[in-house]
C-alpha cells in the first residue's frame, strides 16, 4: 500500500518567493496533519483537517501561511512571502480515525535563502 | 494539561547492550493512547508502537519491549541487543480520547556505536 506522498522533497528558493507545498494522504484516512520540524522547536503541529475540512489551524504561525484540502487525496501548504526563518523539514501525517496512529510521509525540506 | 517528557536528551551505547529510552507523560483522563516513533538519519518518522490506557501489559516485538506504568505514568522503551541500525531519534507521544491531536515529546537521540 501507498504510504503518505509529499512533493518536493527538497524545496531550495529565495525569500520573498512563494512556496507549494504537496502532500497525499493514505487513501481512506479521514485526517490530514501538516507539522514542521526544527532543532529549535522541534515537532510543531500546524494544522489539521477532518473530511477536508480544517478543524484547527492555531499552530499556523502567521498568515503567510495557509492550507488547503480540496478533496480527500491532496492538501497544499502554502508560504508566501517566504522568509528565512521558515526553513525546516515540513511532514504530512494522516490517520485513519482520531486516536489512531498517524502515519508520516518522508517530509520536505525547505530551505528559504 | 497533556505533556510528555523525554529527560534524556542524547544516548550513546555500543552495540550489543542494552538501552532503555524514558517517556512520562501528564493528562487528566483516564482514557488516553501512547504512541512511540522513530526518526533514522534518513528523516522519516515510523510508526512503533500505539498503547491504550487499559492495556498495561508489556509488549514486546523482536528486540523492541516497552513498559507501561499507569502508577509512574511511564511509557518506557527498552531495545535488546542494540545495532548500529537502531540509531535515530526515539519520540514518545500521547493522545486523550476524543483527542485528534498528537502530543510529541522532545525525542531522545540515540546513537549506537559499532
Known amino acids: 500500500d501507498a504510504g503518505v ?22 487513501s481512506g484516512h479521514d485526517y490530514l496533519f501538516w507539522y514542521r520540524q526544527t532543532m ?13 475540512v480544517p478543524i484547527d489551524d492555531s499552530g499556523m504561525p502567521e498568515d503567510r501561511f495557509s492550507a488547503k484540502m480540496p478533496n480527500a487525496s491532496f492538501s497544499t501548504l502554502k508560504i508566501q512571502p517566504s522568509e528565512p526563518r521558515d526553513s525546516a523539514v515540513y ?10 496512529p498517524q502515519h508520516f510521509g518522508d517530509g520536505t525540506r525547505l530551505s528559504i535563502l | 494539561a ?38 533514522p538519519p534518513s528523516g522519516e ?30 511509557f518506557n522503551f527498552t531495545i535488546t541487543a542494540s545495532q548500529v541500525v537502531d540509531s535515530a531519534v526515539y519520540f514518545c507521544a500521547l493522545v486523550d480520547f476524543g483527542d485528534d491531536k498528537i502530543i510529541f515529546g522532545k525525542g531522545t537521540r540515540l546513537h549506537i556505536l559499532p
Open chain 1, 5 to 26: 506522498i509529499q512533493s518536493p522533497r527538497h524545496e531550495v528558493t529565495e525569500m520573498g518567493q512563494e512556496v507549494t507545498l504537496r502532500c497525499k494522504p493514505i
Open chain 1, 40 to 52: 529549535m522547536r522541534g515537532l510543531e503541529l500546524l494544522i489539521y483537517f477532518n473530511n477536508n
Open chain 1, 91 to 100: 511532514f504530512c501525517a494522516s490517520s485513519g480515525k482520531s486516536n489512531q
Open chain 2, 2 to 39: 497533556q505533556k510528555v517528557t523525554q529527560a534524556q536528551t542524547e544516548i550513546s551505547v555500543v552495540e550489543k547492550e542494552d538501552v532503555t529510552l524514558d517517556c512520562v507523560y501528564e493528562t487528566r483522563d483516564t482514557t488516553y493512547y501512547l504512541f512511540w516513533y522513530k526518526q
Open chain 2, 45 to 74: 518518522l515510523v510508526f512503533l508502537i500505539r498503547r491504550n490506557s487499559f492495556d498495561e501489559q508489556n509488549e514486546i516485538s523482536g528486540r523492541y519491549s516497552w513498559n507501561f506504568q499507569k502508577s509512574t505514568s511511564s
